[in-house]
């Protein structure tokens, strides 16, 4: 065999190892996806997410929120599976079964919306001030911990309270204006740090615009640490609105909520003889924030492993 065709050989061979190598590589969803999978807990706590987020949608699209919110006395504190009552009714004699289901798909639907805009807007000025850094980022730093140190729960009851007729959107945009400064301290931490690496200093060399860089090159490295924050997030803020609706000021009266029949237990006869009115939603928040931790987790140990790996 002549020298150029060993060369020859060996530069495929190089070829063929870079080639396997990029392939190895692992990305941030399959990265996920083997952590998740690896977790059996986790992996449960997705399957038992997804059949309770199924039922509760499917239902809410069969439940009439006018008539089970409907008062009827006649059937006060009806015991369940019998007049005609799954899980018995309140003291207004309203179906606990259809509160649950509404209540459940409320809460899952403002947690998920506060998650949405507070991880948005937190992702935003995280980015700007981690990436710009110097006066940009003392005057963000500043607010955030302006904020931060607000009495944050006190503030919102007095917004619940003061304002009339408030409804559930206002009630998000009430809580979307104080949640969204742990995101924005998480990313800026992220960002300084990945602002300062090779391949930005590279793009800022070539002449790259500034939110070109922000948002093609540096958020898509920090996807892992995003989907973390989004989900475990969403725990904290379904916990919050339930937490506010237990102490009467979250949700309107007139809007079904699980912290809402869980304040019923707040009457001690409630609590220790009509166990079907507060119960069931008691034990859905606490399936729900188990499995929401255990899937967060796994996300969480995917983006270390991901950072490792780089």
């Known amino acids: 065999m002549s020298n150029n065709e060993i060369l ?14 990029k392939s190895d590589k692992p990305t941030g969803i399959s990265v996920i996806v083997r952590e998740i999978l690896k977790d059996k807990l986790a992996l449960a706590s997705l399957i038992i997410l997804i059949i309770l987020f199924g039922i509760i949608f499917i239902g809410s ?26 899980l018995g009714s309140d003291s207004g004699g309203r179906s606990i079964l259809g509160q649950l289901i509404l209540g459940a798909r ?18 935003f000025f995280g980015l700007i001030a981690g990436y710009y850094g110097k006066w940009v980022d003392n005057v963000i730093m500043r607010v955030i911990d302006f904020i931060t140190i607000l009495p944050t729960l006190m503030i919102i009851i007095v917004f619940v309270t ?21 995101a924005a301290r998480l990313i800026r931490s992220k960002a300084l740090a990945e602002s300062q690496k090779d391949y930005i200093l590279a793009s800022k060399t070539m002449g790259t615009k500034d939110f070109t860089i922000i948002f093609r090159e540096i958020l898509p490295n920090l ?10 997030g969403f725990a904290g803020n379904i916990g919050i609105e339930t937490g506010l609706s237990f102490l009467g ?32 939603a008691s034990i859905l928040i606490l399936i729900m924030m188990l499995c929401i931790n255990y899937v967060g987790q796994a996300l969480n140990r995917a983006a270390d492993a991901k950072q490792r790996r780089g």
């Open 8 to 21: 020859k050989e060996n530069n495929e061979k190089v070829e063929n190892f870079d080639e396997i190598k």
């Open 106 to 123: 409320n809460s899952i639907i403002i947690g998920f919306t506060i998650t949405i805009l507070t991880s948005g807007i937190g992702i």
């Open 249 to 280: 000021f979250g949700l309107p009266l007139s809007t079904p909520s699980l912290g809402t029949l869980v304040g019923y237990a707040a009457d001690p006869e409630v609590l220790s003889t009509k166990l079907w009115i507060w119960l069931p």
């Open 61 to 86: 699209l069969f439940a009439n929120q006018k008539e089970i919110m409907k008062i009827s006395l006649l059937d006060k504190y009806a015991i369940p599976m019998k007049e005609g009552f799954w």
């Open 162 to 182: 003061i304002v009339p007729k408030y409804t559930i959107a206002t009630f998000v945009l009430i809580m979307s204006a104080f949640y969204w400064v742990g």
């Open 223 to 232: 996807s892992s640490i995003i989907i973390v924050e989004l989900t475990l």
